[in-house]
């Protein structure tokens, strides 16, 4: 059975109350896509087509974490240069980890990547974004997920990219590669404080933006 997968920034509040939404569906068999595309078309949700589905649920993943990174920035009230330099360079590691799974680098930029991402780090509906803003300002972990119905998906995720990172980067000192990723996993089981994983991404070896090619073992 063919399948194909939906992403994108797509709050369900926003959908529900039928404003204009556009996300992503990833399937390697297109005319399964062309059907689901023409099937969920209205004058206010649109679906565009990617044959990228590796790419995709990694981007869809790794959102999620980067969520939780930007809440924490502004919990600890870092002004928008911080949050602006903290979500690109997110991106970057979402690339990176992209290509060594095995998926097109170009994804990330489309609206399953920087789209969904900016959705979720900068949208007052985002749950994982509350999680890292509560985090920020010092809340424990578990007050804060004790408190809620609703799931942040970026907790579990976390620490599942970590070890994918493990299983799949070659090398050691992936936590430089990946410092966000492996930083925001290092919080949440309370190895360090917000302030403290800051403080390890400013002190990081000064080095080239590395936005221009991706190497997968990176």
């Known amino acids: ?6 992403s994108g920034p797509a709050f369900a509040a926003e959908i529900a109350q039928g404003l204009v939404t556009a996300v992503t569906i990833a399937s390697s068999d297109r005319e399964l896509s062309n059907d689901l595309m023409e099937l969920l078309a209205s004058t206010n949700f649109r679906a565009l087509y990617s044959p990228d589905v590796v790419g995709v649920e990694v981007g869809g993943a790794v959102k999620n974490v ?25 991106c ?12 097109d680098a170009s994804t990330v930029f489309g609206l399953s990547g920087v789209g969904d991402t900016f959705g979720t780090c900068f949208g007052p ?17 578990g007050d804060i997920l004790s408190s809620t119905s ?10 599942a990219l970590r070890a994918l990172v493990d299983q799949k980067v070659r090398g050691y000192r ?9 930083g925001v996993a290092a919080i949440l089981d309370g190895d360090m ?4 994983g800051l403080e390890r991404l400013m ?6 933006e590395d936005f221009a090619t991706v190497d997968a073992a990176s």
């Open 1 to 6: 059975r063919p399948l194909a997968f939906l």
């Open 66 to 90: 980067i969520a939780i990174a930007a809440g924490m920035c502004e919990g600890l009230g870092l002004g928008t240069n911080a949050m602006a330099a903290l979500v690109t360079r997110g």
């Open 92 to 103: 970057t590691e979402m690339r990176k980890l992209v290509v060594v799974c095995g998926g």
């Open 125 to 141: 509906l985002s749950r994982n974004r509350q999680v890292g803003i509560r985090l920020g300002r010092g809340e424990p972990l």
């Open 150 to 159: 609703e799931v942040a998906e970026g907790v579990a995720t976390s620490r």
């Open 174 to 182: 992936r936590e430089l590669k990946y410092p966000i990723l492996y």
């Open 193 to 196: 404080s917000p302030k403290e």
């Open 203 to 208: 002190a990081l070896p000064l080095r080239v």
